[in-house]
Structure formats: structure tokens, C-alpha cells
């Protein structure tokens, strides 16, 4: 559930939160995730002991879950990785599409006799 201020900070509600039915909270964290309306694949992971021990720290000091603080680290570890998302690889594939030309002229029908020639195959 998310509620909108107006103007001021927005109001976040887990869903941990909503179904215990404690009251929405102010957050201004650009990380808080107010609201999940795509589906969720359940999956376990294995943490050491002293991960487990400081996100149960962490969850209790930000009122949030541990589940909250993983989903939000995935995040942010796939918004640092190098390189184009996978939208922008698309966008260049599409882009790149027809572009290039090899100068044969059967190309597209006898593509798997031109690799093997030129694979030696």
C-alpha cells in the first residue's frame, strides 16, 4: 500500500506491516520499497552466522524485514553492474539489424553451407 503526502514524504506500508495492521510509517529512503504488485519467486539462501545475526539488527533498527533488506541489496547490486541492461542490448540488436551486408546473395537460405565453409565444417 502506498500513500501519497502532498508534497512531504510518502507514507510506505510492507506487506509484513499492512496484514499485521500496524500503520503506515514516513519514509523519505530512496531504497524503501513501499509497494511489490509483480508476482515474487520464493527462494531460501544460506547466510553465516554473523550475516544472519547483523540483518536481524538491521531489520529491527529500520522496522523492516529481513526479506525487505535482501530484496533491496539484489537491487542495488544489479543497478552496479557494468555494462547495458538488457533493454539496451536489445535496442542495439534491433538497431544493428540489416545493417551490415556480406555481399552474398543466397545468405539467408543457405546459411549453414556458408558457416561450414567458412568454419571448415
Do not use: N
Not at 508534497?7 to 503506515?24: K, M, T, Y
Not at 524503501?32 to 553465516?48: A, F, G, K, N
Amino acid at each position: 500500500m502506498r500513500l501519497e503526502g502532498g508534497g512531504g514524504p510518502s507514507l510506505c506500508l510492507s506487506a509484513d506491516r499492512f496484514r499485521a495492521g500496524i500503520s503506515a510509517r514516513p519514509s523519505t529512503s530512496l531504497h524503501q520499497i513501499c509497494c511489490y504488485d509483480v508476482s515474487m519467486v520464493r527462494t531460501q539462501i544460506q547466510l553465516t552466522e554473523e550475516q544472519a545475526r547483523s540483518l536481524r539488527e538491521i531489520a529491527r533498527a529500520r522496522d523492516s524485514s529481513i526479506a525487505e533488506l535482501i530484496r533491496t541489496g539484489v537491487d542495488d547490486l544489479l543497478r552496479s553492474e557494468p555494462g547495458p541492461s538488457r533493454e539496451e542490448r536489445r535496442r542495439r540488436a534491433i538497431a544493428a539489424a540489416g545493417k551490415f551486408h556480406s555481399g552474398v546473395t543466397d545468405l539467408s537460405t543457405a546459411h549453414d553451407r556458408h558457416l561450414g565453409e567458412t568454419y571448415g565444417r
